[in-house]
């Protein structure tokens, strides 16, 4: 047994700097090594408007674009116009509160739309709400 000496106290002394080193460190690995969701999104060039108030439910609301070469997409996925009556019709059954927004290019033809509208009419389709941009944006 040692008598007379005194136990040393361990004292630890961190400086932050370093923390904060590794800190940037860890978060430049994880930057570069995570991988980015990249949505496919339907580029359109729709027309402006004073107006749109619409409210829309995240899960009960479809999106239709029609493209400049009247290419048909919904929520999309790309749909020939043969098909179209079916897809929303199954849409529209299974909840009556459902709400299709309609967005065209502003270049597309004018008959494509109308199509478009024609197919919701004689669905009886009447929860449509159309795509415009803002006058200011």
């Given at each position: 047994?040692?008598?007379?000496?005194?136990?040393?106290?361990?004292h630890?002394?961190?400086?932050?700097?370093?923390?904060?080193?590794?800190?940037?460190?860890?978060?430049?690995?994880?930057v570069?090594?995570?991988?980015?969701?990249?949505?496919?999104?339907?580029?359109?060039?729709?027309?402006?408007?004073?107006?749109?108030?619409t409210?829309?439910?995240?899960?009960?609301?479809?999106?239709?674009?029609?493209?400049?070469d009247?290419?048909?997409?919904?929520?999309?996925?790309?749909?020939?116009?043969?098909?179209?009556?079916?897809?929303?019709?199954?849409?529209?059954?299974?909840?009556?509160?459902?709400?299709?927004?309609v967005?065209?290019?502003?270049?597309?033809?004018y008959?494509?739309?109308?199509?478009?509208?024609?197919?919701?009419?004689?669905?009886?389709?009447?929860?449509?709400?159309?795509?415009?941009?803002?006058?200011?944006?």
């Amino acid at each position: 047994m040692r008598r007379g000496k005194k136990k040393r106290a361990f004292h630890l002394d961190i400086a932050p700097v370093n923390l904060i080193d590794l800190l940037l460190i860890l978060l430049i690995f994880f930057v570069t090594t995570t991988t980015f969701l990249q949505l496919k999104v339907i580029e359109l060039n729709v027309p402006t408007a004073k107006n749109n108030e619409t409210q829309y439910k995240k899960n009960l609301t479809y999106v239709l674009s029609i493209k400049e070469d009247c290419t048909l997409f919904f929520d999309n996925v790309p749909v020939r116009k043969e098909n179209l009556s079916q897809m929303i019709r199954a849409k529209y059954q299974q909840d009556k509160k459902a709400i299709f927004q309609v967005g065209a290019d502003k270049n597309a033809p004018y008959y494509c739309f109308v199509a478009v509208l024609d197919i919701f009419k004689d669905n009886n389709i009447e929860n449509i709400s159309i795509l415009t941009k803002e006058k200011g944006e």
